[in-house]
Every structure is written in C-alpha cells, then in structure tokens.
Nanobody
C-alpha cells in the first residue's frame, strides 16, 4: 500500500532551521507531484510548497517564500522541505502529500495520498 512517512520535525528556536523529509513507498514516485501542507491548532490546513514530478517546477505560499525550499530525490523516493528563519507562526503539523500529475498544485483536495505529519514547534 502507499505510505508517506514524514520525519525531521521537532522543537527549534526562532531564527533556526529544520529539514523535513517525506519518504514514499508503494507508488511510482517519479510520476507524482508532491506537496507540503501544515495545520496549526485551531486553524485550517494551509498550503506550504509543492514540486512537480521532475522537480523543475515549484510553488510556494507567499508566507514562506525565501525561507523554505522544497526539493526531491526521485532515486530515493523522498521529498524535502528545508526551512530557515523559522518563527513561532510556523508552528504546526507538517504533512506531505502526493498528487498524480506532472505539475504542482496548491489545492489540497487534488492530492491522492497523505502522510501522518510531523510536528514543528518554534519557540520565541
């Protein structure tokens, strides 16, 4: 079956960095666009970043542009989210998702598979 497993979350001080990983199995990873979404307590799920299946096209939420970078390694079936200059407003559960398309999308309803998420907590 399809599994998406996130890792790399944790507690970090404001201004710090983290790298999240999402390892995929059970699907032809290289034909899936991948996305990262986050949800903070009491808030709606929101789009963070997405990457096309080739890695040649990326999308970012305005609030993370210039601070977060999404990348993928199709040989390792893994997508990454490099996060820097973190602030307390970035605190959330971060989830990766897979969408069978050659592009990338901000719309979480289009994604076919989801991971369980990893907690990121940024202290002030």
């Amino acid at each position: 079956q399809v599994q998406l497993v996130e890792s790399g979350g944790g507690l970090v001080q404001a201004g710090g960095s983290l790298r999240l990983s999402c390892a995929a199995s059970g699907l032809p990873f290289s034909v899936y666009a991948m996305g990262w979404f986050r949800q903070a307590p009491g808030k709606e799920r929101e789009f963070v970043a997405a990457i096309s299946w080739s890695g040649g096209y990326t999308l970012y939420a305005e609030i993370v542009k210039g601070r977060f970078t999404i990348s993928r390694d199709n040989a390792k079936n893994t997508v990454y989210l490099h996060m820097k200059s973190l602030n307390p407003e970035d605190t959330a559960v971060y989830s990766c998702a897979a969408h069978r398309t050659n592009s990338a999308s901000v719309n979480y309803n289009l994604y076919d598979y989801w991971g369980q998420g990893t907690q990121v907590t940024v202290s002030s």
